[in-house]
């Protein structure tokens, strides 16, 4: 064998084993290739009905916030009827029931006043100091000093 033979049989050895190792690299690819396949085509499965369920979830959580909507629209017309209510009796009422109860105390005033039979002694607060917590008539403070 000349030395060209001994080449051209390493040659063709390495490409042997260069095959080799390629083919298992592609085989161990195709198995991951048909792995990945098989996990989109479940997860596909599973999210279509999970969309599905989003979907009304979504369509329902509208419909209540319309409605919430139309209460809340509600409940403010009835907040400014309330409010000009109260106004309208304010006004109609305010002012004769104040005339009323002006009327009513100036009476109590005036036939209270009639039945004591002296005029009641007003306390100025000059008449009474404080000390200790306590308090001194006038005529005591006089008495000491």
Do not use: C, H
């Not at 002296?118 to 403070?141: H, N």
Request: without cysteine.
């Amino acid at each position: 064998m000349s030395g060209g033979e001994v080449a051209g049989i390493l040659v063709a050895v390495f490409w042997a084993i260069l095959v080799s190792f390629l083919a298992v690299a592609l085989a161990r690819l195709a198995q991951t290739l048909r792995a990945t396949t098989k996990l989109v085509a479940d997860v596909t499965d599973q999210a279509v009905p999970l969309l599905a369920d989003a979907s009304r979830a979504v369509r329902s959580a509208q419909t209540q916030i319309e409605r919430v909507d139309a209460i809340a629209s509600d409940v403010q017309e009835v907040t400014s009827n309330a409010s000009a209510l109260s106004t309208t009796v304010a006004s109609t009422f305010g002012g004769p029931l104040v005339k009323v109860a002006a009327f009513g105390y100036g009476v109590r005033r005036a036939l209270g006043g009639r039945k004591d039979e002296g005029p009641a002694r007003e306390t100025r607060r000059d008449d009474r100091a404080v000390v200790v917590g306590r308090t001194v008539p006038a005529d005591r403070r006089r008495k000491r000093k």
